[in-house]
């Protein structure tokens, strides 16, 4: 390799253009080692960012894979909850929005009915639970019947002005709730 000239009118220090054997006569940019070493840095310093960045990206992914696997799992279970439900014996036409009482005969028979432990008032059986048949025809329970009304309000909510929500490309949830 043969360096012709430096880079001042005087041949002086600083970066020279050297041509490079088996380099098809391009020329190339000689610099200080030094610039090297820092080159490699930077080049070694913008792959632990970018393996940084792919780690904290796939960590989020795991995070709503779990996430998700956990919604699945109370999908599956509120639907398994709700078809042993829909099975248990009832003398009477099951209406969405209702209430229904369940209770265990000494046979163990599980059955639903429209009376409540307090309208019995001496339960002539064991009292399960209290469940609320939701139009969808799901279960839900009678401590969570209040909570899920509110749900369902927010959503009906959200379905009746859904024609006046001003068009966005971000999630827009503002107003929804008051």
């Not at 609320?132 to 009304?149: A, N, V």
């Amino acid at each position: 390799m043969a360096a012709e000239g430096g880079a001042g009118p005087g041949g002086g220090g600083g970066l020279g253009l050297a041509r490079v054997e088996g380099s098809a006569g391009r020329a190339a940019r000689v610099g200080d080692p030094g610039d090297l070493v820092a080159l490699a840095r930077q080049v070694q310093q913008a792959d632990d960012f970018i393996r940084a960045n792919a780690c904290n990206k796939l960590t989020v992914i795991a995070e709503q894979i779990r996430y998700l696997q956990e919604q699945a799992r109370k999908v599956l279970d509120e639907a398994n909850r709700d078809a042993d439900l829909h099975h248990v014996a009832c003398n009477l036409v099951k209406k969405p929005g209702n209430i229904y009482y369940m209770y265990r005969r000494e046979s163990g028979q599980r059955y639903f009915s429209i009376l409540s432990p307090k309208e019995w008032g001496t339960s002539p059986h064991e009292f399960l639970g209290a469940y609320k048949l939701q139009h969808d025809m799901s279960w839900t329970p009678f401590e969570d019947i209040e909570r899920r009304d509110a749900e369902i309000n927010i959503l009906d909510k959200l379905l009746s002005r859904q024609a006046a929500l001003p068009p966005c490309t971000e999630p827009n949830f503002q107003g929804l709730t008051k």
